[in-house]
């Protein structure tokens, strides 16, 4: 026979409806203290998102700027090639920047790199060089996707580069100067 075990009236008693409240309670801040890990640890291991700057894609002479951030380089035959496809790369949305060089300008441009070697100077005429786009892509633009699809979209272009200094610093283990957000200096 069982005898009934009689309940100390002494000791207080803990009702369902507490009990419950409390467990609540404490699974609310298990996943509070989850939550919160996980959204500083994201912070932490996510690069930062490059910062979106404007886009100003009114081709416009390259000049004197100098380039040193990421870019594409379509080389066309032609200065009028040159300027219709820098007008047409103007409505590109992964275009950020468009600048041209005129056949005249490149040649320019190269005797002022090779001019301590005037016997190549002397040999190059501004015919043989190309005319040329300079495009600076917008934030999260993937290079060697665009210059692909350039490369079909552009009959004239006789070729499309992707100049990324970083990377080409990387392979030859130097650094890079410093280059600002917008890509030129």
Known sequence: MIVPVEEDASKPKA????LWVLGAVAVLVVAAAV???VVVLNRVTEPPTPAALPRDTVPVPLGKRELCGLRLVVYIETDEGMTRAAQ???????ARRVLT???????????????DKPELVK??????????VHLVPVAGTDPE??????????PEATKVD??????????????????PPEGER
Do not use: H
Not at 101 to 115: M, P
């Open 145 to 154: 996707a665009w210059a692909n699809e350039l490369r079909q979209r552009l």
């Open 15 to 18: 009702s369902g409806w507490l």
């Open 162 to 179: 992707v100049l990324d200094p970083v990377a080409a610093a990387a392979k030859m283990k130097t650094t890079t100067p410093p280059c």
């Open 123 to 132: 040999l190059t005429t501004p015919d043989v060089l190309p005319a040329v």
């Open 35 to 37: 939550t919160t890990a």
């Open 88 to 94: 047409a790369l103007r409505d590109d949305q992964k």
């Open 101 to 115: 060089e005129t056949k005249a300008e490149s040649y320019e441009r190269f005797k002022k790199i090779f001019a």
